[in-house]
């Protein structure tokens, strides 16, 4: 029996325009000063010059089947965070296509979906259904979260407040109790202590 791809990665590509600055959304005047600023540029520059295009990935291919643990490895700069974000359906690739099939859980940065102004408890409601839990799963594994979190004595404490540490265990505590059928970790780990990591690992496992 042929086990299923939960992931179908085909020929992906990921292209950046290098110097060009990702558009912002901004008020009528913020527009105004951009058109103005590349105008100035335009009749500045003494020759035209042409798209300088970064590849940040290049035609990757492959699948992962249920059950699997796949870990991504190379130097800084190999389009590993990049490649985890398109997964993550964060950005969309320039060519190819991405196919997951399944519930998708995303742990790319610390605190993800969280807003600094507001509690622990509200960021869990908050961040929870960023990641599509619906507010009965939320209140029914509530304590739960707090729990593995270890965070209960902070839980109504805004979180700009929080250590990079306790951010991280609470954000990953949110996601780990969403049960998806893909979940996508980038180095967030790293910033927990050993003890914290054993668990994350075990609530993986």
Do not use: W
Request: aromatic share 8%; hydrophobic share 40%.
């Amino acid at each position: 029996m042929t086990v299923r791809p939960m992931i179908v990665v085909d020929h992906v590509t990921k292209e950046y325009q290098i110097g060009e600055k990702t558009a912002a959304y901004g008020t009528l005047r913020d527009a105004g000063t951009r058109m103005m600023r590349r105008a100035f540029h335009r009749l500045r520059s003494s020759r035209p010059r042409g798209r300088q295009l970064f590849k940040a990935l290049n035609e990757v291919s492959f699948d992962v089947r249920a059950g699997e643990t796949v870990g991504v490895i190379g130097r800084n700069g190999a389009g590993k965070s990049t490649l985890l974000k398109l997964l993550g359906r964060i950005t969309q690739p320039t060519r190819g296509s991405i196919d997951l099939y399944g519930r998708v859980g995303c742990l790319l940065e610390v605190g993800t979906g969280f807003h600094s102004e507001l509690s622990g408890r509200e960021n869990v409601y908050l961040s929870g259904a960023i990641l599509g839990m619906r507010r009965a799963d939320i209140q029914r594994q509530f304590d739960a979260i707090v729990a593995f979190a270890e965070v209960e004595r902070f839980i109504e404490t805004p979180v700009k407040f929080y250590s990079s540490g306790m951010y991280m265990r609470l954000a990953f505590a949110v996601a780990a109790h969403l049960h998806p059928e893909i979940l996508l970790i980038d180095e967030v780990l790293a910033v927990g202590d050993a003890n914290f990591q054993r668990r994350c690992l075990g609530k993986i496992e």
